[in-house]
């Protein structure tokens, strides 16, 4: 079993900055994708960034390249998601994800994680 807990969330103006955490514990494999996904209300859950624990493995999705930086601490068994340049519609319920199934590699899709946590709110006001 893994468990996982965001933290972080808040109200932030257009152009402000926060740090998500995402605090892990269980039987995580050194080598577990995680990611980060969101959700705006009507819309479907997407893809925000993943990361390899302890890895430069990367990877981001086209809208938050350049303004959001994901990165792990394994001493920790935390995964941040600094936003920066923040954007009303960057406004979503954030979700932190595990992949605990090989093969292991960084993957998009919400179907390829199986875990999650409870979800952080988002909200950027213009």
């Known amino acids: 079993q893994v468990q996982l807990e965001e933290s972080g969330g808040g109200v932030v103006q257009a152009g402000g900055s926060l740090r998500l955490s995402c605090a892990a514990s269980g039987r995580l494999s050194s080598s577990s994708p995680m990611a980060w996904f969101r959700q705006a209300p009507g819309k479907e859950r997407e893809f925000v960034a993943a990361?390899?624990?302890?890895?430069?493995?990367?990877y981001y999705a086209g809208s938050v390249r350049g303004r959001f930086i994901i990165s792990s601490d394994n001493a920790k068994s935390t995964v941040y998601l600094q936003m920066n340049r923040l954007k009303p519609e960057d406004t979503a319920l954030y979700y932190c994800a595990a992949k605990t199934e090989g093969p292991y590699f960084l993957t998009t899709t919400t179907s390829s994680y199986n875990y999650w946590g409870q979800g952080t709110q988002v909200t950027v006001s213009s």
């Open positions: 990361i390899i624990w302890g890895t430069d493995t990367i």
